[in-house]
């Protein structure tokens, strides 16, 4: 599942550009949600992705479904 959406401005150029997108990928006990804002003036982007076996992952912390950059909702 991908999703798009408007998250404002470019830190980098200052353009309205940057869009927020959400990945979702789940295999038998392997989920990865993944993360990335990207200007779609001048490029700059910044990405993360979350898996289930990542033994470091501290999920009492983070939720893997919520942007690490604007704090939306996977499902919003």
């Excluded at 830190?11 to 990945?23: A, L, T």
């Excluded at 789940?26 to 990207?38: K, Y």
């Excluded at 898996?51 to 604007?70: A, G, I, K, N």
Aim: charged share 25%.
């Amino acid at each position: 599942m991908k999703s798009i959406v408007p998250a404002g401005c470019c830190p980098e150029c200052g353009m309205e550009k940057v869009q927020c997108k959400y990945n979702h990928f789940q295999n038998d006990d392997l989920t990865i949600d993944a993360w990335e804002h990207r200007c779609h003036n001048c490029g700059w982007r910044v990405t993360t992705a979350y898996r289930s076996d990542d033994e470091d992952l501290d999920l009492s912390t983070l939720d893997p479904q919520v942007c690490p950059y604007c704090n939306r909702s996977a499902t919003a």
